[in-house]
């Protein structure tokens, strides 16, 4: 008598035949959940792995937690998991009901991860994305390209993408698609960060051991972002190893960091996962230990002109925690201060700080596989200070911005078409524009003026990713954002969109727009970014700016998926834009929205972009074709700016020209190189000076006389920095070691970072004859070299 088949066998076989029979049917195929986390074997998630079932041609990219969600159809299926220097998995799944699998990745045994340039994106994703404009790199990145001093700045890495300017030689300012400085929204793990500037913009506040990520958004805003018109700096820590305790640090010519990470509540269960991690990190400079010890040495030497003592210093600390299955909570803190002191050795004294500080909580609940909750709640403030004590006689000036926030988000996979992302958002300002303080030791003068105006800023969003098609892909977002501070409330809608039409399985149409509203405003009455500059509300007279972006443009990748060209246009225009009328007075001036002149802007242009990611050579070629305007009119009893006429921003830059190569000789030896070439930034020069007074070797009593703002153009930038990266063998087992040798513009090119004008006297009468023009240039070859280390 033969064998009755098992029940398993009967089921398996009649699942088959189910699954063939159904699509003839008319049936609908049964699919499932299959979600997760992803993280290394030291326990920290992997935002952007890829989880895919290359059998179905699906797959998808972890979020920031290291999450993914799949709906795939009933049955066994082949899944493979992968992330960038880590070894690959693939294991098989029988979806019968929703399942969650957590996985650990672990390192690559041949370490390519600091020799390969990748980010959180493969080119397919990057090609299969409803999002233009988005620029995402990891912290290895930035380490592997040369840096100035050898200090490496992820904000330095994103001037190398198309449609980013700098703010100037040096700088790690972002001037993005023809906006301001003010107008990029910058966030440490959701946290927002008013200055992200050390040193007057030299040096960005992010330390390179702390950071895990940075997302730059051009265009097409994705809804839970809001507060600022022409970008979004989305930065995030690192998680702290679960695995064992890490030291981590480097020393270089002008700073050294270090960081210490671990497990907390690991056990002593052998390989019992820890409950959570941290990660502390500082880096602090040294300018000031050099300059102390020339003004101690020199103090009795009435001819030596005392330095002055200048540092900053991070604070960088994360910690996580799993409380359940369900609920994890995270605490991120940063400690940032520059400090500038000078003293005369006689009666002058001056002292000028500035800094950011902020703290977050949040809590993350998964109520079930397809929804999660992220609830956060936080502080941050900036302040800066300036103080000078003559003779008998203080003064003190300080302005402040603190902000008490709470938001919460949702998380919800409808299904295998929708992803869908909800929450709001609330916010508690407390402006101080500034305080004046003056006072005599005698008491006969004793001034304090405080100004200060509080301002409540509120959202709510929506978002839906839904794929329509295999071809068409849509993100539709909106967003309710609104105002109130000094009796007056403002508000608006906000809408999202970002389309995906793939023509080819290797070649997509894109296009997004964007309507932004921003209620803070940076004003200053200089060209460059500086800690003095004033953080001001929507009240009153001044309206909230606003922004609207269209972009369109086509990924193609070519060369069978190993290179990536995208070509994307855009075209913004804003209003409501805000400068200073001529002679305005700005500190401790609590009129200070009545010397505001109100205008608009408009900015197009064109990027390039051709990027590979894989092999032994590595990088990516930008070019960026671009126009800025900007119009204020006559209004308030002036003319405006240049009379009404419409005039270049000092940011607005013709042509941009970033050129990075990477080109790994083993695995431990690696060349670097970048090449920036930018066009001529407008300036303001005097076009003449009318002498009042002109007597032999007199002094100079000359007024010069200016044209239009911005008439005139510096000469064109251009740097090559070069790079070696060389991972010294360890001197003992789990440890690295590396020296990284910079050389920050290799050509010694001379590029301008202001022009002042020279006196000409005639070398008979001693009278003045006229002025010359000369350069002044910031930063000639820089050599550096830093030792990295890992234990």
């Known amino acids: 008598m033969p064998a009755v088949p098992s029940a398993a066998y009967r089921v398996a076989i009649l699942s088959l035949l189910l699954g063939l029979l159904a699509p003839q049917l008319g049936w609908a195929q049964v699919r499932y959940l299959l979600s997760g986390t992803v993280r290394g074997t030291d326990g920290a998630a992997l935002?952007?792995?890829?989880?895919?079932?290359?059998?179905?041609?699906?797959?998808?990219?972890?979020?920031?937690?290291?999450?993914?969600?799949?709906?795939?159809?009933?049955?066994?299926?082949?899944?493979?998991?992968?992330?960038?220097?880590?070894?690959?998995?693939?294991?098989?799944?029988?979806?019968?009901?929703?399942?969650?699998?957590?996985?650990?990745?672990?390192?690559?045994?041949?370490?390519?991860?600091?020799?390969?340039?990748?980010?959180?994106?493969?080119?397919?994703?990057?090609?299969?994305?409803?999002?233009?404009?988005?620029?995402?790199?990891?912290?290895?990145?930035?380490?592997?390209?040369?840096?100035?001093?050898?200090?490496?700045d992820i904000l330095k890495t994103l001037q190398?993408?198309?449609?980013?300017?700098?703010?100037?030689?040096?700088?790690?300012?972002?001037?993005?698609?023809?906006g301001s400085s003010d107008q990029?929204?910058?966030?440490?793990?959701?946290?927002?960060?008013?200055?992200?500037?050390?040193?007057?913009?030299?040096?960005?506040?992010?330390?390179?051991?702390?950071?895990?990520?940075?997302?730059?958004?051009?265009?097409?805003?994705?809804?839970?972002?809001?507060?600022?018109?022409?970008?979004?700096?989305?930065?995030?820590?690192?998680?702290?190893?679960?695995e064992k305790l890490t030291v981590t640090g480097g020393i270089g010519l002008i700073a050294s960091r270090l960081s210490v990470e671990g497990p907390i509540n690991k056990g002593n269960q052998g390989s019992a996962p820890a409950k959570?991690?941290?990660?502390?990190?500082?880096?602090?400079?040294?300018?000031?230990?050099?300059?102390?010890?020339?003004?101690?040495?020199?103090?009795?030497?009435?001819?030596?002109?005392?330095?002055?003592?200048?540092?900053?210093?991070?604070?960088?600390?994360?910690?996580?925690?799993?409380?359940?299955?369900?609920?994890?909570?995270?605490?991120?803190?940063?400690?940032?201060?520059?400090?500038?002191?000078?003293?005369s050795f006689g009666n002058l004294q001056a002292d000028f700080s500035w800094g950011n500080t902020l703290g977050t909580l949040r809590w993350q609940h998964t109520f079930s596989p397809?929804?999660?909750?992220?609830?956060?709640?936080?502080?941050?403030?900036?302040?800066?200070?300036?103080?000078?004590?003559?003779?008998?006689?203080?003064?003190?000036?300080?302005?402040?911005?603190?902000?008490?926030?709470?938001?919460?988000?949702?998380?919800?996979?409808?299904?295998?078409?929708?992803?869908?992302?909800?929450?709001?958002?609330?916010?508690?300002?407390?402006?101080?524009?500034?305080?004046?303080?003056?006072?005599?030791?005698?008491?006969?003068?004793?001034?304090?003026?405080?100004?200060?105006?509080?301002?409540?800023?509120?959202?709510?969003?929506?978002?839906?990713?839904?794929?329509?098609?295999?071809?068409?892909?849509?993100?539709?977002?909106?967003?309710?954002?609104?105002f109130s501070s000094g009796g007056r409330a403002y508000g608006g809608l906000e809408p999202r969109l970002a389309a995906r039409y793939a023509l080819t399985p290797t070649l997509s149409v894109k296009a997004n727009y964007a309507l932004m509203y921003q209620y803070a405003h940076l004003v200053s009455n200089t060209g460059a970014s500086l800690p003095t500059d004033i953080w001001y509300p929507t009240r009153l007279s001044v309206k909230p700016q606003r922004s609207q972006q269209v972009s369109t443009g086509v990924s193609w990748l070519l060369f069978g998926g190993k290179f990536l060209l995208t070509d994307e246009v855009y075209y913004k225009w804003a209003a409501?834009?805000?400068?200073?009328?001529?002679?305005?007075?700005?500190?401790?001036?609590?009129?200070?929205?009545?010397?505001?002149?109100?205008?608009?802007?408009?900015?197009y242009g064109n990027e390039l972009y051709l990027e590979k990611k894989e092999g032994k050579t590595t990088g990516w070629i930008g070019y960026t074709l671009a126009w800025a305007w900007r119009r204020f009119p006559p209004q308030r009893g002036t003319t405006g700016i240049n009379d009404g006429r419409d005039y270049y921003p000092s940011y607005d830059r013709r042509h941009n020209l970033n050129v990075v190569l990477l080109h790994q000789l083993n695995t431990r030896l690696s060349l670097t190189a970048s090449f920036v070439y930018t066009s001529s930034a407008p300036t303001t020069l005097p076009a003449g000076r009318f002498p009042l007074q002109n007597v032999p070797g007199g002094d100079i009593l000359a007024v010069p006389v200016y044209p239009d703002r911005n008439t005139y153009r510096l000469i064109p930038y251009h740097r090559l920095d070069l790079g070696v990266v060389w991972k010294l063998r360890p001197v003992r087992f789990g440890t690295e070691r590396d020296l990284t040798f910079s050389v920050?513009?290799?050509?010694?090119?001379?590029?301008?970072?202001?022009?002042?004008?020279?006196?000409?006297?005639?070398?008979?009468?001693?009278?003045?004859?006229?002025?010359?023009?000369?350069?002044?240039?910031?930063?000639?070859?820089?050599?550096?070299?830093?030792?990295?280390f890992k234990f």
Request: no cysteine; hydrophobic share 35%.
């Open 47 to 152: 935002p952007g792995a890829t989880v895919a079932v290359p059998a179905l041609g699906l797959g998808t990219a972890t979020d920031e937690e290291g999450r993914y969600r799949l709906d795939l159809p009933a049955g066994p299926q082949d899944v493979t998991v992968s992330f960038v220097g880590y070894q690959p998995q693939t294991f098989r799944v029988n979806l019968r009901r929703p399942q969650q699998r957590d996985l650990a990745l672990a390192p690559d045994a041949n370490e390519l991860t600091e020799v390969v340039v990748q980010g959180q994106q493969t080119l397919e994703e990057k090609l299969t994305t409803t999002q233009m404009g988005v620029e995402r790199l990891t912290i290895r990145e930035a380490k592997l390209l040369p840096a100035l001093f050898g200090e490496v």
């Open 160 to 178: 190398l993408k198309p449609g980013v300017q700098s703010g100037g030689e040096g700088s790690s300012g972002l001037f993005v698609r023809g």
């Open 184 to 242: 990029n929204l910058v966030l440490l793990d959701n946290a927002l960060v008013y200055n992200p500037n050390h040193l007057f913009g030299l040096f960005s506040v992010f330390n390179s051991d702390a950071v895990q990520s940075v997302d730059l958004y051009k265009s097409g805003f994705p809804a839970q972002f809001g507060g600022r018109l022409s970008s979004v700096i989305d930065v995030k820590m690192r998680e702290g190893s679960r």
């Open 276 to 343: 959570g991690s941290f990660l502390v990190s500082g880096r602090r400079t040294y300018f000031d230990v050099f300059t102390r010890a020339l003004n101690q040495a020199n103090a009795n030497d009435e001819t030596w002109r005392p330095i002055p003592d200048y540092y900053f210093h991070d604070l960088n600390a994360k910690a996580n925690y799993t409380l359940g299955e369900k609920d994890q909570v995270f605490a991120t803190g940063y400690l940032g201060r520059d400090v500038f002191g000078f003293n």
């Open 370 to 482: 397809r929804l999660t909750a992220n609830t956060q709640v936080g502080v941050t403030s900036y302040r800066y200070s300036l103080g000078s004590q003559v003779d008998v006689a203080s003064f003190g000036l300080t302005s402040t911005i603190r902000d008490l926030n709470a938001r919460v988000d949702f998380d919800y996979a409808l299904d295998s078409a929708h992803q869908v992302r909800f929450g709001g958002s609330v916010t508690h300002h407390t402006f101080g524009v500034g305080r004046l303080q003056v006072e005599t030791d005698d008491n006969s003068l004793n001034i304090d003026d405080n100004i200060s105006y509080p301002a409540v800023e509120a959202g709510l969003y929506a978002s839906d990713n839904w794929k329509v098609s295999d071809k068409l892909q849509a993100e539709l977002g909106l967003r309710l954002s609104g």
């Open 576 to 603: 409501n834009q805000i400068d200073f009328r001529d002679g305005a007075q700005i500190f401790a001036n609590p009129n200070l929205d009545q010397e505001f002149l109100f205008g608009r802007g408009w900015s």
């Open 744 to 788: 920050y513009n290799a050509y010694d090119r001379r590029n301008a970072y202001f022009v002042y004008f020279e006196v000409l006297r005639n070398p008979t009468t001693d009278l003045i004859d006229g002025f010359r023009a000369q350069q002044v240039s910031l930063f000639p070859i820089i050599p550096s070299v830093t030792y990295n």
